[in-house]
Nanobody, 125 residues
Framework: VQLQASGGGLVQAGGSLRLSCAGS????????VGWFRQAPGKERKFVAA????????IYADSVKGRFTISRDNAKNTVSLQMDSLKPGDTAVYYC???????????????????WGQGTLVTVSS
């Protein structure tokens, strides 16, 4: 599956953004999906993940309670709603997918084999 991440931009601290990950070529309903981010000069880190059916999610502690991952399998998209943004959330955000038979979520980046190109989120103080 090919993934296209979008929705990044510049926002003030305390603001919100909604990222979208669109799948093409194959239906995303067969894939578990995750969001990761990479700040300048730092390693890529897990943000959130969702299972195939969309009824189970997991978040990094740093975003828990502020970010919400969801999916619309009919539209072949996975979204990341980001609220109460902080300057520390500044990073390039990537969506990733792995085709699975199970209905689990996955938080290790090495599990995923399809990656989008990334979208830049900049949070100003």
């Amino acid at each position: 599956v090919q993934l296209q991440a979008s929705g990044g931009g510049l926002v003030q601290a305390g603001g919100s953004l909604r990222l979208s990950c669109a799948g093409s070529g194959r239906t995303l309903s067969s894939y578990a999906v995750g969001w990761f981010r990479q700040a300048p000069g730092k390693e890529r880190k897990f943000v959130a993940a969702i299972n195939r059916s969309g009824d189970s999610t997991i978040y990094a502690d740093s975003v828990k309670g502020r970010f919400t991952i969801s999916r619309d399998n009919a539209k072949n998209t996975v979204s990341l709603q980001m609220d109460s943004l902080k300057p520390g959330d500044t990073a390039v955000y990537y969506c990733a997918a792995i085709k699975v038979n199970s209905d689990n979520y996955y938080y290790r980046d090495r599990t995923y084999d399809s990656w989008g190109q990334g979208t830049l989120v900049t949070v100003s103080s």
